[in-house]
């Protein structure tokens, strides 16, 4: 059974780098054709993709985050993170991590972790 898990800081100030790590069990990340996501849901808005990393390392972004967030790995710890640099107030949201198996849909997901960007 894979199970994802979220960690972050819960709140971060304007500007600020926030940073959030998903560590995976069941599946290990470097399997062929899988691929890891982050994708978050603001208040009153709907789901919002923001980027991804594959199998073999490779990098994907939503075009509107795309100058502010990094996406990583760490294959020893099976754990992918995801920086987004600069936040703003509207960065306020549930993150969640998920996962996929190459077949075009969300197979996993974690359970949401929420940050709240404030002064």
């Known amino acids: 059974q894979v199970q994802l898990q979220e960690s972050g800081p819960g709140l971060v100030k304007p500007s600020q780098t926030l940073s959030l790590s998903c560590t995976v069990s069941?599946?290990?990340?470097?399997?062929?054709?899988?691929?890891w996501h982050w994708i978050r849901q603001s208040p009153g808005k709907g789901l919002e993709w923001m980027g991804a990393?594959?199998?073999?390392?490779?990098?994907y972004y939503n075009p509107s985050f795309k100058s502010r967030t990094s996406i990583s790995r760490d294959t020893s710890k099976n754990r992918f993170t995801l920086q987004l640099s600069s936040v703003i107030l509207e960065d306020t949201a549930v993150y969640y991590c998920?996962?996929?198996?190459?077949?075009?849909?969300?197979?996993?997901w974690g359970q949401g972790t929420q940050i709240a960007v404030s002064s």
């Open positions: 998920a996962g996929d198996t190459g077949i075009g849909a969300f197979d996993y």
């Open positions: 990393i594959g199998y073999s390392g490779s990098t």
């Open positions: 069941g599946a290990s990340i470097p399997t062929n054709y899988y691929y």
